[in-house]
Structure formats: structure tokens, C-alpha cells
């Protein structure tokens, strides 16, 4: 479960607690029954809470990027999508460039970081343990540390999952949505929440095309269901193909 949202499989804490002991005689089903309701609702209402404090303070990092002219991109993907990868062809490319930075989240090691850094732009890592989403207040708190004079474009990739942190507003200007060749077209229509809100997605691993049962026309039209209008890239980190591309935009961006 994560600690921060409530996702996941809910830890009902009521039963470590006398005053919720089920053992009434007859009326045990119904009781059950009401704890169970007030379980959900107690869940729903920290969830709540707990997304409307994020937002706060996703505005307030918004503010501040914008005062210090960085555009921040949240990069969003299921584990094993490439995000890494391609964030260490793309520092190479933009160095000397556009001044960037790079905060990484994951829940657990800085093995990111380590492989990011000597890439010509500071970078941070977040561990965020039981948490499967990188959240606005640990983002903001390192903006001063990462972020220098000449920094122009903030990458924050967050932890591997395709719904949580597509749900916790970080302040970014805009959320990117990663898409491996290897993950299948349908992808986009079965978490329509993240690439509905991207208006960019990266279709990465495009060098396996040829060794795989993908069907790219499929994959386009399934994002251009979910969100018209959104600006895909199609590339191989590893052979570089598309790759240019990308970096022409990040260079308008920056």
C-alpha cells in the first residue's frame, strides 16, 4: 500500500483496536458490514486531504519555476519503459546546450542518479520507500539545490507506475507519458487518465520493432482516441533513431 495515497491493497487498522471488536452475537454480519463502509470513507476522506495539501504545494513550486524561468517536464511510465535511458542520451545531447537538471525518484536505491550524473547537469534522487509516486513537497525541497542560474529545463522522472503519479500534481508545466514498443499499442486505452492529461508521449525501443508483434499505426491511433492533438515522438535511445527530433523540441523549450 502506498503510505502517502491509499492505494493499493487498504491496511485496515480498526482491527488493532478494542473499540472495533467484531465478536457482537447476531449483530457481528452487520457490524462487519458498517465498519467496512466507514473503513472506505475514512480512506477516501486522507486521500483526499492528502491530494488537496499536494496540490497547494504544487502551486507553489509552479511559482517558483516560473520566477526562476525553468520549465519543468514530469516524466511518467510503467517500470522498465526506458525513461532512464533516454535522460542520459538527452543530457549528453543538451550539454553545452540548455542548462538542465534532473530530480529521480524511486523507491528504493540512487542507482538513477549514479547513472545520470557526469552528464553535465546536477542531480538529485528521492527514495521514496513505500510511496509509488514521486509527491510536490520533496520535489520543491530540492529545487534550490538542483536548480542553478543557468538551468532551463527541470526533467523530473518519477517512480515507475502508470497511476499514481499521474494523480499527485508536482508544479510541473507538463506531464510527459512514456510508451514502450514492448508494452503493446493498447496501452493508452487501458490507462486513459495519464495519456489523456499528457500532451506528449515518447514511444521508446523503437530499434526492437522488428523483432516484436507491435502494430505502431494501432499505437497512434489509440493515443489520438484518448487525447487528440498529442505530439508523439517515435525514437530508439540506443540507436539514436528519432532521437533528433526530441532534442529540437527540448531546445525550443529551453
Not at 11 to 18: E, L, S
Request: proline share 4%.
Amino acid at each position: 500500500m502506498c503510505d502517502e495515497c491509499g492505494c493499493g491493497d487498504v491496511d485496515h487498522t480498526h482491527t488493532n483496536d478494542p473499540s472495533h471488536d467484531h465478536d457482537h452475537g447476531h449483530s457481528h454480519g452487520h457490524s462487519h458490514g458498517h465498519s467496512h463502509d466507514h473503513d472506505e470513507k475514512v480512506v477516501l476522506s486522507v486521500r483526499e486531504k492528502v491530494l488537496a495539501r499536494n496540490e497547494e504545494l504544487a502551486a507553489k513550486n509552479r511559482l517558483w519555476l516560473a520566477e526562476h524561468n525553468v520549465t519543468a517536464v514530469n516524466l511518467i511510465s510503467a517500470p522498465g519503459t526506458g525513461k532512464t535511458f533516454l535522460l542520459e542520451r538527452t543530457l549528453e545531447r543538451l550539454q553545452g546546450r540548455v542548462g538542465c537538471a534532473v530530480i529521480t525518484g524511486d523507491q528504493q536505491t540512487d542507482n538513477d542518479a549514479k547513472r545520470l550524473a557526469g552528464k553535465g547537469a546536477p542531480v538529485r534522487q528521492i527514495e521514496t520507500q513505500s510511496a509509488c509516486h514521486l509527491e510536490a513537497q520533496r520535489v520543491g525541497d530540492l529545487f534550490e539545490e538542483v536548480i542553478q542560474d543557468e538551468t532551463r529545463i527541470l526533467f523530473i522522472e518519477n517512480v515507475g507506475n502508470l497511476v499514481c503519479p499521474t494523480a499527485f500534481d508536482l508544479g510541473e508545466n507538463f506531464k510527459i507519458a512514456l510508451l514502450s514498443v514492448t508494452e503493446g499499442e493498447d496501452k493508452p486505452l487501458k490507462y486513459p487518465a495519464l495519456f489523456s492529461l499528457a500532451p506528449v508521449t515518447i514511444v521508446t525501443k523503437t530499434d526492437l520493432l522488428p523483432h516484436l508483434d507491435f502494430d505502431m499505426e494501432a499505437c497512434r491511433e489509440n493515443l489520438r482516441k484518448v487525447h487528440p492533438g498529442m505530439f508523439v515522438f517515435e525514437l530508439s535511445a540506443k540507436s539514436g533513431d528519432g532521437l533528433d527530433g526530441w532534442i529540437d523540441y527540448l531546445e525550443k523549450l529551453g
